[in-house]
């Protein structure tokens, strides 16, 4: 480990002299640099493979994609949280939703065949594949996750970087981000465990749709 990267994040941020915390803090930004360049590969992968099927089969494999970098303050908390060391390698090789990319597809079908494409691409490798869809949670939730590493090439090295990305139907995003909102207002909240049998009521409900919607879609394409 050279001078630089054994200086921990969270030294970083009790620092009291300005400068050195600058000078120290390049690896970190380094590292968030790579993980936005690893970001934008896999996006343009995705908007190839889309603007392919546009052309060549009149019909958008997705309906958007929604990329977002973790938080430097979410990283420290995760961190601490698994009782991890703060260096950069550390970071690096245990988390790996730094870098996240969310594919919208209308159709549950349309996951696959799109996060199939993308996973058979030979610079990419899949490290963990995690299916809710097949498998959903106990509280209703489906999405498919690859996390996978991809090449980015710098000035004078290649380096793979971990992305997560997440499959998910307009009906599943749409599901999820109310029941982000539970998650965090949980302990606020009069009837917690109404509200979720409530929720896992939608999510299958909305699946028997998505399902219905693609049963439609097949047979209008017939
Ligand atoms: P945020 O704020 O979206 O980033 P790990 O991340 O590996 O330590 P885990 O639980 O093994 O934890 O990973 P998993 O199950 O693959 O979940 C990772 C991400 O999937 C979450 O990130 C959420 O974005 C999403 N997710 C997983 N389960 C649920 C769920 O029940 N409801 C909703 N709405 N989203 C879910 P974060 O970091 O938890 O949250």
């Avoid at 749409?174 to 409530?198: R, V």
Wanted: net charge neutral; glycine share 2%.
């Amino acid at each position: 480990m050279d001078s630089q990267t054994d200086i921990t994040v969270e030294t970083l941020m009790n620092s009291e002299n300005p400068e050195i915390a600058l000078k120290h803090m390049q690896p970190f930004l380094d590292m968030m640099m790579w993980y936005e360049c690893a970001l934008m590969e896999i996006e343009t992968k995705l908007k190839v493979l889309n603007n392919e099927f546009a052309l060549q089969y009149n019909r958008n494999p997705f309906e958007s994609i929604k990329c977002r970098l973790k938080k430097p303050l979410s990283i420290v908390e995760k961190m601490k949280r698994k009782g991890l060391d703060l260096s950069i390698e550390s970071i690096q090789e245990n988390l790996s939703d730094i870098a996240g990319i969310r594919v919208i597809c209308s159709f549950p079908e349309d996951i696959y065949t799109v996060s199939q494409l993308l996973a058979k691409q030979d610079d990419i490798r899949v490290i963990e594949t995690k299916d809710y869809i097949r498998n959903p949670k106990p509280n209703g939730y489906r999405s498919l996750h690859l996390i996978v590493e991809i090449p980015i090439f710098l000035s004078n090295e290649k380096k793979y970087m971990k992305v997560e990305v997440q499959f998910r139907t307009i009906a599943m995003d749409f599901w999820a981000s109310l029941d982000h909102k539970l998650k965090y207002k949980k302990n606020n909240l009069k009837h917690p465990e109404l509200i979720a049998q409530e929720l896992k009521k939608c999510a299958d409900t909305i699946t028997a749709m998505d399902y219905k919607m693609q049963e439609i879609r097949n047979l209008l394409e017939e």
